[in-house]
């Protein structure tokens, strides 16, 4: 089992900045790959970026390029999604999420995530 925690959620307005933090607790947290997802009110849980357990290679929607960072240390079991140039349309629900994965795709695919923590609000006023 793996117990997952976010913070670092909040208000802010456009073209400001926040980090996300995901605490995980449990199994050895370094052996898995880990993800970010958003839901936005009324849409579907979307994929942000994802890295990877072992190389730490790092992949990102498109919509995100550029303005988001996902990094991980291991020696304290923390995941971060740095959100720089927020913009209204990132408003969601941000989770992270683990699991283990054979595939490049399956970073992309929140149904191959087998751990997911409870989420932290991220409002984006313009």
């Known amino acids: 089992q793996v117990q997952l925690v976010e913070s670092g959620g909040g208000l802010v307005q456009y073209g400001d900045s926040l980090r996300l933090s995901c605490v995980a607790s449990g199994r050895t947290f370094s052996s898995y790959g880990m993800g970010w997802f958003r839901q936005a009110p009324g849409k579907e849980r979307a994929f942000v970026a994802a890295i990877t357990w072992r190389s730490s290679i790092t992949y990102y929607a498109d919509s995100v390029k550029g303005r988001f960072t996902i990094s991980r240390d291991n020696a304290k079991n923390t995941v971060y999604l740095q959100m720089n140039s927020l913009k209204p349309e990132d408003t969601a629900v941000y989770y992270c999420?683990?699991?283990?994965?054979?595939?490049?795709?399956?970073?992309?695919?929140?149904?191959?995530?087998?751990?997911w923590g409870q989420g932290t609000q991220v409002t984006v006023s313009s």
């Open positions: 999420a683990t699991g283990t994965f054979a595939y490049v795709s399956d970073y992309l695919n929140q149904y191959k995530y087998t751990y």
